[in-house]
Antibody, heavy 120, light 110 residues
Framework: EVQLVQSRAEVKKPGESLKISCKAS????????IGWVRQMPGKGLEWMGI????????TYSPSFQGQVIISADKSITTAYLQWSSLKASDTAMYYC?????????????WGQGTLVTVSS | QSVLTQPPSASGTPGQRVTISCSGS????????VNWYQQLPGTAPKLLIY???QRPSGVPDRFSGSKSGTSASLAISGLQSEDEADYYC???????????FGGGTKLTVL
Protein backbone atom coordinates (compact mmCIF):
# COMPACT_ATOMS: atom_id res chain seq x y z
CA GLU A 1 0.00 0.00 0.00
CA VAL A 2 1.29 3.42 -0.99
CA GLN A 3 1.42 5.55 2.13
CA LEU A 4 2.68 8.95 3.25
CA VAL A 5 3.01 9.46 7.01
CA GLN A 6 3.74 12.95 8.26
CA SER A 7 5.37 14.11 11.48
CA ARG A 8 3.33 15.22 14.46
CA ALA A 9 1.82 18.63 15.16
CA GLU A 10 4.18 21.42 16.18
CA VAL A 11 3.77 24.53 18.34
CA LYS A 12 6.50 27.12 17.79
CA LYS A 13 7.28 30.75 18.58
CA PRO A 14 7.84 33.43 15.93
CA GLY A 15 11.43 33.45 14.73
CA GLU A 16 12.04 29.77 15.51
CA SER A 17 13.07 27.24 12.87
CA LEU A 18 11.17 24.08 11.98
CA LYS A 19 11.52 21.04 9.74
CA ILE A 20 8.54 18.71 9.21
CA SER A 21 8.71 15.36 7.48
CA CYS A 22 6.78 13.05 5.17
CA LYS A 23 7.78 9.37 5.25
CA ALA A 24 6.90 7.45 2.09
CA SER A 25 6.41 3.71 1.79
CA UNK A 26 4.96 1.14 -0.59
CA UNK A 27 6.46 2.43 -3.84
CA UNK A 28 9.72 3.50 -5.49
CA UNK A 29 10.41 6.77 -3.69
CA UNK A 30 12.91 8.03 -6.26
CA UNK A 31 10.51 7.58 -9.18
CA UNK A 32 7.67 9.92 -8.22
CA UNK A 33 7.44 13.62 -7.53
CA ILE A 34 6.21 14.75 -4.11
CA GLY A 35 4.47 18.04 -3.40
CA TRP A 36 3.71 20.16 -0.33
CA VAL A 37 0.36 21.92 0.05
CA ARG A 38 -0.65 24.52 2.63
CA GLN A 39 -4.13 24.95 4.06
CA MET A 40 -4.56 27.94 6.34
CA PRO A 41 -7.37 27.79 8.92
CA GLY A 42 -10.73 27.79 7.16
CA LYS A 43 -9.13 28.34 3.76
CA GLY A 44 -8.39 26.41 0.58
CA LEU A 45 -5.43 24.45 -0.75
CA GLU A 46 -2.26 26.21 -1.91
CA TRP A 47 0.59 24.53 -3.76
CA MET A 48 3.95 25.33 -2.14
CA GLY A 49 6.45 23.32 -4.16
CA ILE A 50 7.37 19.96 -5.60
CA UNK A 51 10.48 17.80 -5.50
CA UNK A 52 11.75 14.80 -7.40
CA UNK A 53 13.53 12.70 -4.75
CA UNK A 54 15.62 10.91 -7.37
CA UNK A 55 17.68 13.98 -8.25
CA UNK A 56 16.27 16.60 -5.82
CA UNK A 57 14.98 18.69 -8.71
CA UNK A 58 12.71 21.23 -6.95
CA THR A 59 10.19 23.81 -8.14
CA TYR A 60 8.64 26.36 -5.79
CA SER A 61 5.41 28.28 -6.15
CA PRO A 62 6.26 31.98 -6.58
CA SER A 63 4.27 32.61 -3.40
CA PHE A 64 6.63 30.43 -1.35
CA GLN A 65 9.97 30.87 -3.13
CA GLY A 66 12.51 32.02 -0.56
CA GLN A 67 10.12 31.38 2.33
CA VAL A 68 10.61 27.61 2.74
CA ILE A 69 13.01 24.88 1.70
CA ILE A 70 11.86 21.53 0.34
CA SER A 71 14.25 18.59 0.43
CA ALA A 72 14.32 14.81 0.35
CA ASP A 73 16.51 12.03 1.73
CA LYS A 74 16.19 9.01 -0.53
CA SER A 75 18.11 6.79 1.89
CA ILE A 76 15.18 6.97 4.30
CA THR A 77 12.43 7.72 1.74
CA THR A 78 11.48 10.95 3.47
CA ALA A 79 10.63 14.41 2.16
CA TYR A 80 10.95 17.56 4.23
CA LEU A 81 9.56 21.07 4.47
CA GLN A 82 11.51 23.58 6.53
CA TRP A 83 11.44 27.16 7.72
CA SER A 84 14.37 29.15 9.09
CA SER A 85 12.30 31.81 10.83
CA LEU A 86 8.61 31.15 11.41
CA LYS A 87 5.94 33.85 11.40
CA ALA A 88 2.47 33.78 12.90
CA SER A 89 1.11 33.71 9.35
CA ASP A 90 2.75 30.29 8.86
CA THR A 91 0.09 28.80 11.14
CA ALA A 92 -1.60 26.21 8.96
CA MET A 93 -2.06 22.55 8.14
CA TYR A 94 0.61 21.26 5.78
CA TYR A 95 0.09 18.23 3.57
CA CYS A 96 2.50 16.22 1.50
CA UNK A 97 1.15 14.28 -1.46
CA UNK A 98 2.60 12.11 -4.21
CA UNK A 99 2.46 13.12 -7.87
CA UNK A 100 3.31 10.92 -10.82
CA UNK A 101 6.58 10.15 -12.54
CA UNK A 102 6.10 13.46 -14.27
CA UNK A 103 5.00 16.43 -12.16
CA UNK A 104 2.00 17.49 -14.24
CA UNK A 105 -0.33 14.87 -12.81
CA UNK A 106 -2.54 14.38 -9.81
CA UNK A 107 -1.85 14.19 -6.07
CA UNK A 108 -2.50 10.70 -4.74
CA UNK A 109 -2.19 9.70 -1.97
CA TRP A 110 -2.00 12.49 0.57
CA GLY A 111 -0.37 12.43 3.98
CA GLN A 112 -2.54 12.94 7.03
CA GLY A 113 -1.29 16.49 7.49
CA THR A 114 0.95 18.27 10.01
CA LEU A 115 -0.58 21.15 11.94
CA VAL A 116 1.90 23.95 12.58
CA THR A 117 0.94 26.61 15.12
CA VAL A 118 3.13 29.68 15.49
CA SER A 119 2.29 31.82 18.47
CA SER A 120 4.14 33.90 21.03
CA GLN B 1 -7.38 34.73 -5.15
CA SER B 2 -6.97 31.24 -6.51
CA VAL B 3 -5.79 30.67 -10.06
CA LEU B 4 -8.82 28.47 -10.81
CA THR B 5 -12.30 29.81 -10.05
CA GLN B 6 -14.99 27.77 -8.30
CA PRO B 7 -18.26 28.83 -6.68
CA PRO B 8 -17.75 29.03 -2.91
CA SER B 9 -20.83 26.96 -2.15
CA ALA B 10 -23.31 24.52 -3.63
CA SER B 11 -26.22 22.59 -2.17
CA GLY B 12 -28.77 19.93 -2.95
CA THR B 13 -31.20 17.54 -1.37
CA PRO B 14 -30.64 13.78 -1.08
CA GLY B 15 -31.04 12.07 -4.44
CA GLN B 16 -30.53 15.25 -6.45
CA ARG B 17 -27.81 15.92 -9.01
CA VAL B 18 -25.46 18.82 -8.41
CA THR B 19 -22.66 20.24 -10.50
CA ILE B 20 -19.63 22.27 -9.48
CA SER B 21 -17.83 24.40 -12.04
CA CYS B 22 -14.14 25.23 -12.35
CA SER B 23 -12.90 27.98 -14.63
CA GLY B 24 -9.30 28.40 -15.71
CA SER B 25 -7.25 29.75 -18.58
CA UNK B 26 -5.12 28.90 -21.59
CA UNK B 27 -2.12 28.23 -19.34
CA UNK B 28 -3.75 25.65 -17.07
CA UNK B 29 -7.06 23.91 -17.87
CA UNK B 30 -6.81 24.71 -21.58
CA UNK B 31 -3.76 22.56 -22.36
CA UNK B 32 -3.82 20.22 -19.35
CA UNK B 33 -6.05 17.70 -17.61
CA VAL B 34 -8.19 18.51 -14.58
CA ASN B 35 -8.29 16.67 -11.27
CA TRP B 36 -10.81 16.91 -8.46
CA TYR B 37 -10.29 16.35 -4.74
CA GLN B 38 -12.79 15.75 -1.96
CA GLN B 39 -12.03 16.94 1.57
CA LEU B 40 -14.37 15.62 4.22
CA PRO B 41 -14.51 17.67 7.43
CA GLY B 42 -11.36 17.32 9.51
CA THR B 43 -9.58 15.03 7.05
CA ALA B 44 -6.91 15.26 4.37
CA PRO B 45 -7.99 15.76 0.75
CA LYS B 46 -8.61 12.66 -1.33
CA LEU B 47 -8.35 12.20 -5.08
CA LEU B 48 -11.85 11.99 -6.56
CA ILE B 49 -11.40 12.43 -10.33
CA TYR B 50 -8.20 12.47 -12.41
CA UNK B 51 -7.46 13.11 -16.09
CA UNK B 52 -10.73 15.07 -16.46
CA UNK B 53 -13.09 12.13 -16.06
CA GLN B 54 -11.33 9.08 -14.56
CA ARG B 55 -12.35 7.68 -11.19
CA PRO B 56 -9.81 6.01 -8.89
CA SER B 57 -10.70 2.59 -7.61
CA GLY B 58 -13.31 2.87 -4.87
CA VAL B 59 -14.88 6.13 -5.98
CA PRO B 60 -18.60 5.58 -6.73
CA ASP B 61 -19.79 6.16 -10.30
CA ARG B 62 -22.15 8.82 -8.91
CA PHE B 63 -19.15 11.13 -9.31
CA SER B 64 -18.21 12.23 -12.83
CA GLY B 65 -16.01 14.88 -14.37
CA SER B 66 -15.87 16.70 -17.67
CA LYS B 67 -13.80 19.38 -19.35
CA SER B 68 -14.45 21.76 -22.21
CA GLY B 69 -11.98 24.39 -23.32
CA THR B 70 -10.74 26.26 -20.25
CA SER B 71 -13.49 25.03 -17.92
CA ALA B 72 -14.32 21.83 -16.12
CA SER B 73 -17.20 20.45 -14.09
CA LEU B 74 -17.76 17.89 -11.38
CA ALA B 75 -21.17 16.25 -11.25
CA ILE B 76 -22.56 14.31 -8.32
CA SER B 77 -25.74 12.34 -8.94
CA GLY B 78 -27.90 10.62 -6.34
CA LEU B 79 -26.62 13.02 -3.70
CA GLN B 80 -26.03 11.48 -0.27
CA SER B 81 -25.46 13.04 3.14
CA GLU B 82 -21.91 11.66 3.22
CA ASP B 83 -21.08 13.74 0.13
CA GLU B 84 -21.11 16.86 2.30
CA ALA B 85 -17.54 18.09 1.92
CA ASP B 86 -15.27 20.64 0.28
CA TYR B 87 -14.41 19.99 -3.37
CA TYR B 88 -11.33 21.35 -5.13
CA CYS B 89 -10.39 21.35 -8.79
CA UNK B 90 -6.74 21.41 -9.83
CA UNK B 91 -4.64 21.47 -12.99
CA UNK B 92 -1.03 21.94 -14.04
CA UNK B 93 -0.18 25.51 -14.96
CA UNK B 94 2.38 25.87 -17.76
CA UNK B 95 3.20 29.48 -16.82
CA UNK B 96 3.80 28.78 -13.13
CA UNK B 97 5.35 25.37 -13.88
CA UNK B 98 3.36 23.85 -11.07
CA UNK B 99 -0.10 22.62 -10.05
CA UNK B 100 -2.80 25.17 -9.22
CA PHE B 101 -6.01 24.75 -7.24
CA GLY B 102 -9.45 26.27 -7.26
CA GLY B 103 -10.63 28.04 -4.14
CA GLY B 104 -12.87 25.13 -3.20
CA THR B 105 -16.62 24.61 -3.13
CA LYS B 106 -18.40 23.71 0.08
CA LEU B 107 -21.20 21.25 -0.72
CA THR B 108 -24.13 21.14 1.69
CA VAL B 109 -26.68 18.34 1.59
CA LEU B 110 -29.94 19.84 2.80
Amino acid sequence: EVQLVQSRAEVKKPGESLKISCKASGYSFISYWIGWVRQMPGKGLEWMGIIHPGDSDTTYSPSFQGQVIISADKSITTAYLQWSSLKASDTAMYYCARLGSTPNGWFDPWGQGTLVTVSS
Amino acid sequence: QSVLTQPPSASGTPGQRVTISCSGSSSNIGPNTVNWYQQLPGTAPKLLIYNNNQRPSGVPDRFSGSKSGTSASLAISGLQSEDEADYYCAAWDDSLNGPVFGGGTKLTVL
